[in-house]
């Protein structure tokens, strides 16, 4: 029997085991729509309030889980708002399928209404792309979509289907199991040997590890091969929650805001071991200067990513888990008492730098700040600090809720604050630094697991999607938005503050907006937090709702992020303390 | 630095919007190339893209890898330039007097191009060969008067029995 595109698209979703699709209905798609309406007990849409929430959405249905994550927008300005989206899951390699509707093939390429060549517009931030013209052709270019999008190192991929290929009919067989991904490359083992050996040879090995980590289900692995040959580790922003905080030998993240031991341990290692991470210019600063001090192994499912930023001194392409698990066999047990001397003398020095910093005299100026906390006239010992709400709502939180975070400040003092225990619980962008992608994320990583999600973000951020609180309030998303609202775009401020001069260009909100009751307006509760006592009754609320809770923290529009290495700097420009 | 010219050949699926996907590749990284060419292959579906660029042994590997990771790329070589042939068409028309129709006649008897069209005032010479005896073509016609002029790029194809193929 024949079926509609649209319904072949419908089924062929369900045929992959997709369970949920975020999207916003238009006029292209709308036949798309009709076949979602007509099985909607197989599967689920929810609707966002703009495509780009849908995205993040799928994006965070995808990040909690490893599954695919699924949108659908229309044809034109549905499609190009999918744009930020979709750039954001592909610079953190999260596996996506973006389904479009676009003008009938007759009317492409006439600038017709709401036309627009988004395969063009995404060819650089998508694994791969299609627009398919014949509907004979759907079904399966919709199952390449899918197994593109999860084999390998995962990304998005887009299927642009003109109105014309949905109402089209052709015959559907639905296959019984979903595609399997690409069989992915697997380490030479001689490969494996040499990287045994230096890692026997050297003394002050230090292990890297990134997002790959994550998508490559290496945490278990990882843990038995850092363990097994006694090395510290450290990580990049993207392979937070692959170890657990509190593990040992984790040192936590490194780079650009990392944790002072953990940058200083890899700068004085004699071996950095890279596992799934690329060396983004936030985690190496000055490249001439990085890795002066040591030999790199590096290993990746991606060959391209071997020696693009930094040229390793071993470079191993292949499965995390598979190489990391055959490294292991292979690897010399080894105790290293030396070494693990000096990693605790940095831990020491790294707690004693903290507790400079957070007593450091640096006067607060909140006189061009709109943040309530002057007006309070609170003094400065019972105000909030980044620290001490990221401390509040951890000691709430279940250690199988997810975080997410916005990007900004917050998103830096989530990450090193954090105490983080399971895989895939801290959702953040990454490669992209995606303000506003924070609601959506939380929204979506919620659907897909049930679980409570926390989203840390800021008055800057939020503000760039929270009309995404419509969506949490429709759907009775237990999300707990917490915001650390300074009344300033505090990043670009704290870089203002140190090396411009403190021209506080545009990064002042002088904005009125009262989050309590434009959270009340969505028809999301909420409160406003000036206190520590004020903070933990408000979250005690939060923990007990069933829908979105909005919390409006303020902090003080001078804190910093702190360590800090310049943008282009090195280790040995570190900040630790602002004077 | 290394400075040499690398020539790569890839195989991709004869589908559209491919070229765009190659060539916007290499505009976004950052690479740039000296020439680029696409046309048919023995088999039906598949496309052959010849890729010239200068640069070092980094960046060669660079530009492989990011090739090999496009889904319609089918199989990528670097051709070794002492072992393959590798081949340009230029298309030249000069400005024909009674003064110079003899001399530019000779050259073009030297290096073997043709005369395609004649009229009283220009003249449309076709060579093939390396680049650099199209570059030496050229610069010799300058002073004659070039009124247009257009080359395709190169193409090459490795000497034996190696061959670029779809597995």
């Keep these: 029997m024949k079926i509609s595109g649209a319904k072949i698209v419908v089924e062929t979703l369900i045929e992959q085991g997709c369970d949920t699709v975020f999207g916003y209905p238009g006029g292209q798609v709308i036949n798309l729509f009709d076949e979602l309406y007509l099985s909607r007990d197989r599967i689920r849409h929810v609707l966002a309030a703009h495509e780009q929430g849908a995205a993040h959405a799928a994006d965070g249905y995808a990040r909690a889980t490893g599954k695919v994550g699924v949108v659908i927008a229309t044809s034109g300005p549905g499609a190009t708002n999918l744009v930020t989206g979709i750039a954001t899951a592909y610079l953190d390699s999260v596996p996506m399928v973006a389904i479009t509707g676009n003008v009938p093939c007759s009317l492409i390429g006439r600038d017709s209404f709401q036309e627009v060549d988004i395969v063009g517009v995404t060819m650089p931030v998508t694994k791969h792309n299609f627009i398919v013209k014949d509907v004979r052709e759907l079904a399966d ?134 596992l799934g991470a690329r060396f983004s210019d936030r985690a190496t600063g000055n490249k001439e200067r990085f890795n002066k001090n040591f030999s790199i192994i590096h290993i990746d499912i991606d060959s391209a990513e071997l020696d693009k930023n930094i040229t390793s001194d071993l470079s191993v392409q292949g499965d995390i888990r598979d190489a990391l698990e055959r490294l292991s066999a292979m690897a010399e047990e080894k105790k290293r008492p030396e070494w693990n001397k000096r990693i605790q003398e940095l831990r020491n020095e790294e707690k004693e730098r903290l507790e400079r910093a957070l007593a450091s005299s640096y006067e607060k100026n909140c006189s061009n700040c709109t943040a309530a906390c002057d007006k309070q006239g609170l003094p400065a010992e019972q105000r909030l600090t980044p620290y001490g709400i990221v401390d509040a709502v951890s000691a709430k939180a279940g250690d199988s809720d997810i975080i997410v975070s916005d990007v900004g400040q917050h998103q830096m003092w989530a990450a090193q604050r954090y105490p983080l225990k399971r895989p895939r619980t801290f959702l953040t962008s990454g490669g992209l630094g995606t303000m506003g992608y924070g609601l959506g994320a939380a929204i979506g990583a919620n659907i897909a697991t049930g679980r409570r999600s926390i989203l840390f973000t800021g008055d800057g951020s939020f503000g760039m999607n929270l009309n995404e609180l419509a969506t949490a309030v429709s759907q009775g998303t237990p999300v707990i938005v917490v915001i650390m609202n300074n009344g300033v775009l505090g990043m670009v401020r704290q870089w ?68 800090m290495l310049p ?7 570190i900040i630790t303390e602002i004077k | 630095m290394e400075n040499n010219q690398y020539v790569i050949g890839v195989i991709v699926s004869n589908i559209s919007g491919v070229l765009s996907r190659v060539s916007g590749m290499f505009a976004r990284r950052g690479f740039n190339i000296d020439s680029l060419t696409v046309g048919e292959t023995e088999t039906s579906g598949f496309s052959r893209i010849t890729v010239a660029f200068h640069g070092d042994e980094d960046l060669k590997m660079r530009i492989l890898k990011q090739l090999e990771k496009l889904h319609d790329v089918k199989e990528v070589e670097v051709l070794d330039p002492s072992d393959t042939v590798i081949r340009e068409l230029l298309l030249i028309k000069v400005k024909n007097t009674p003064n110079t129709r003899q001399d530019i006649m000779t050259a073009v008897e030297i290096f073997r191009a043709k005369i395609v069209d004649y009229s009283t005032t220009a003249l449309i010479c076709e060579l093939t060969g390396e680049t650099s005896k199209i570059d030496a073509f050229i610069e010799l016609m300058k002073p004659y008067g070039i009124m247009e002029m257009c080359r395709t790029g190169i193409v090459a194809i490795e000497r034996g029995d190696n061959c670029l193929k779809t597995r």
């Design chain 1, 141 to 274: 270019t919709l199952r390449t979509a899918f197994k593109i999008a999860k084999s390998g190192r995962p990304g998005p991929v887009l299927v642009d289907i003109p109105k014309d290929v949905q109402t089209a009919l052709w015959g559907f067989e639905a296959k019984p199991d979903p595609v399997r991904p690409y069989p992915p490359t697997f380490a030479s083992d001689m490969k494996l040997r040499r990287a045994a050996e230096m890692i026997s040879k050297a003394e002050r090995p230090y292990i890297y590890f990134g997002g790959g980590v994550i998508s490559g289900k290496a945490s278990a692995a990882l843990i038995r091969f850092a363990e097994l040959i006694d090395a510290p580790m450290g990580c990049s922003l993207m392979g937070l929650s692959a170890v657990p905080s509190d593990h040992p030998l984790f040192l936590g993240m490194n780079g650009m805001h990392g944790h002072y031991a953990s940058s200083v341990a890899q700068d004085e290692a004699d071996l950095v071991i890279a």
């Design chain 1, 567 to 573: 943008p282009g700097g090195s280790i040995d420009d």
């Design chain 1, 496 to 563: 203002q503050t140190l090396f411009f001069d403190k021209h506080y260009s545009n990064t002042t909100l002088n904005r009125a907006t009262d989050f309590v009751k434009l959270a009340e307006a969505f028809g999301a509760k909420a409160a406003r937090a000036f206190t520590k006592e004020e903070l933990d009754s408000a979250l005690e609320q939060a923990f007990t709702c069933n829908g979105p809770f909005v919390i409006d923290c303020a902090v003080d529009c001078d804190e910093f992020v702190l360590p």
